[in-house]
């Protein structure tokens, strides 16, 4: 115990220990050893945020994709999903169905869907831009060119969620067709970084044939992009895909993992996620008391949220759910946070 908690000291005053080290922490299942870690990483998290929780209305814009990922429910070879996209009329009144509930983040993210061109994709960021001036517009819309970016960046959005996914080029090729690299991705981040975008990567814990290797690679890289947002949730199959049968990621993993990168990026936007909400009942009560500051309820519309299947059984109402943000708040009290309501931008280490 001692020494694990030198590890966990050492972490936090030096954001760093050795790869070996890392791989005791990820695989720590003893339960005083895991609350010594998650203490140490909500703390941290508290001393800069407090207790509030940011949120932000997640509007998952469109089904379609023109990607082929092995793990993703909403891959193009899934004829079994039934799709759709928003149009602007419909992503607007979302947000202000969101904005009444209090929301001052709206997140767009879809599938890679080539009928939103450019044309439109900027038209949809000015009119939200315009008439939310107090609000942050988040696009996960997947790999663009450094252009098109820098149009979404003029038009006004100001984040962007890319998760990397996985930094080891041959793991990366596993759960990816050949036409996909993880050279373009990682290029992508450095694009929406150098643009001015406040950047979110991450990883799905567990994804097949990932090793504590690759996870550790994946923490090499986090701390070389230093991104303002960190998305982390536990791999789950959805039934129509090649990794249907594939067994899902470690929900303890995950949070140590959490952990990890919280005492690495004190500062960082960590949500507690809608795949750790799914996998166990208090998912996201235990990222939070591991580190994480955001959730994001789902502000799509009621009659597609379940089309936006990205792995089986994925929450999206209740607690998950943006028009019941009662009973977040309810969950969130019971271990003594609450929603905070303000933007919740990224604190630069010694701001206020
Ligand atoms: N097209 C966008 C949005 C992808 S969906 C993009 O490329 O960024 C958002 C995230 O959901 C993905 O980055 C992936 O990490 C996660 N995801 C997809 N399928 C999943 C699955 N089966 N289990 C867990 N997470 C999954």
């Known amino acids: 115990m001692q020494k694990f908690k030198e590890i966990v000291d050492r972490l936090q005053a030096k954001r760093a220990v050795s790869d070996e080290e890392y791989k005791i922490l990820l695989q720590t299942k ?4 895991q609350a010594y870690l998650h203490k140490a990483a909500r703390e941290v998290c508290q001393s800069i945020y407090g207790n509030g929780v940011f949120i932000r209305g997640l509007i998952e814009i469109s089904n379609y994709c023109k990607n082929d990922c092995y793990y993703c429910g909403i891959r193009k070879s899934n004829h079994h999903v039934s799709r759709y996209h928003l149009n602007k009329e419909e992503i607007l009144s979302a947000c202000k169905q969101g904005y009444a509930l209090g929301f001052k983040t709206f997140v767009m993210q879809g599938g890679e869907d080539g009928s939103y061109d450019d044309v439109l994709m900027v038209d949809i960021i000015k009119s939200i831009r315009t008439n939310y001036p107090d609000c942050a517009i988040t696009l996960s819309l997947g790999e663009k060119s450094k252009d098109v970016y820098q149009k979404y960046f003029d038009a006004g959005a100001n984040r962007y969620l890319l998760r990397h996914e996985s930094v080891c080029e041959n793991h990366y090729a596993k759960l990816h067709p050949s036409n996909m690299r993880i050279q373009d991705r990682v290029q992508c981040l450095w694009d929406l970084k150098e643009i001015g975008f406040q950047v979110g990567s991450g990883i799905m814990v567990g994804s097949p044939y990932q090793t504590l290797d ?4 994946d923490i090499h890289f986090l701390e070389k992009l230093q991104p303002q947002m960190i998305g982390l949730g536990p791999y789950l199959p959805h039934k129509d895909t090649p990794f249907k049968d594939e067994k899902k990621g470690d929900v303890e993993m995950t949070i140590n993992l959490l952990a990890i990168l919280r005492l690495m990026h004190p500062q960082a936007l960590i949500p507690s996620t809608t795949a750790l909400a799914t996998i166990s009942n ?3 009560e235990k990222g939070i008391l591991a580190g994480a500051n955001v959730v994001m309820p789902n502000l799509s519309p009621v009659e597609h949220r379940e089309a936006y299947s990205l792995y ?10 943006a028009e019941s943000l009662h009973l977040l708040e309810a969950r969130l009290q019971a271990i003594g946070y609450t929603i905070s309501y303000d933007r919740g931008d990224y604190k630069k280490e010694g701001e206020k």
């Open 214 to 217: 690759h996870i550790v690679a």
């Open 312 to 321: 089986n059984n994925k929450a999206n109402m209740n607690a998950e759910a």
């Open 30 to 33: 003893d339960e005083k050893k």
């Open 282 to 284: 208090d998912g996201r």
